[in-house]
């Protein structure tokens, strides 16, 4: 099994710039890919970044490209989600991911934690 453990959500102003972190613990997860999701009220869960292994490839959804950056340590077992130029509608509650599907991991699924953007 593994847990992971969203961090570093909150309230940001529109423009602004938020770290997520996502902390997981358990089984070992070489090879596995580690991947964001979110989902806003009303709406189905949206892809936003996922990251290999490696750390070599990584995805965006189309909606924060250019916007926001995925990274890995995997000596510290946590995945990053480094979010710039912060709009309205990226409010949503952020889920940290985990599977061996490195572009859509699911496997495994963290808690969540809210992210709003006020404009």
């Known amino acids: 099994q593994v847990q992971l453990v969203e961090s570093g959500g909150g309230l940001v102003q529109a423009g602004g710039s938020l770290r997520l972190s996502c902390a997981a613990s358990?089984?070992?997860?070489?090879?596995?890919?580690m991947g964001w999701f979110r989902q806003a009220p009303g709406k189905e869960r949206e892809f936003v970044a996922a990251?290999?292994?490696?750390?070599?490839?990584?995805y965006y959804g189309d909606s924060v490209k250019g916007r926001f950056t995925i990274s890995r340590d995997n000596a510290k077992n946590t995945v990053y989600l480094q979010m710039y130029s912060l709009k309205s509608e990226d409010t949503a509650v952020y889920y940290c991911?985990?599977?061996?599907?490195?572009?859509?991991?699911?496997?495994?699924w963290g808690q969540g934690t809210q992210v709003t953007v006020s404009s």
């Open positions: 358990g089984r070992t997860l070489r090879n596995y890919g």
């Open positions: 990251i290999s292994w490696s750390g070599l490839s990584t």
């Open positions: 991911a985990a599977g061996y599907n490195i572009v859509r991991p699911s496997d495994y």
